[in-house]
């Protein structure tokens, strides 16, 4: 579905058992990534000649490692860029947006750093979720520094 222009002052805020319930959908997308790039690597080793004791499981090697985390990243940058929603978004209704109200969907570098804010916020302990208790909009710490939004979808 293609982008909707969404009119700012009508929508409100996703509540953040929805933005966690459709993070829980996406898990299942990327454990299916995750296993399919798995399958791909562990196929490129077996042709490619990783034999006996040179063979080396995949999370050993930082270039797999790194190839597993753009695929993981890919997903969300290539969701959030052209429609503003992942499968996960769509199921729950609620949509990313840019606060700048000139553009329909989110900028790439702001897709990438909301990756890397909203997955470092997670590790230590949802803090950038947690933000959003103290914050009179109610946007979450990666929201604030990227300029987005994550609102209601109309029914």
């Not at 966690?20 to 080793?45: C, E």
Request: proline letters at 5%; charged letters at 15%.
């Amino acid at each position: 579905m293609p982008p909707t222009s969404v009119n700012q002052a009508q929508t409100r805020n996703a509540p953040i058992w929805r933005r966690f319930a459709a993070l829980g959908y996406d898990s299942l997308i990327l454990m299916a990534l995750s296993m399919g790039y798995g399958a791909l690597i562990t196929s490129l080793n077996v042709v490619f000649g990783a034999k006996g004791q040179d063979y080396q499981p995949m999370m050993n090697n930082p270039i797999y490692f790194i190839g597993w985390i753009g695929v993981l990243a890919g997903f969300f940058l290539h969701s959030w860029c052209k429609s503003g929603q992942t499968i996960g978004m769509r199921t729950w209704r609620i949509r990313l947006i840019p606060v700048d109200t000139t553009m329909k969907t989110v900028s790439l570098r702001q897709a990438a750093l909301r990756c890397i804010l909203g997955s470092a916020g997670l590790l230590f302990f949802g803090a950038s979720y947690w933000y959003r208790w103290f914050n009179t909009e109610g946007n979450t710490w990666h929201d604030k520094m990227t300029k987005t939004r994550v609102v209601m979808e109309p029914k």
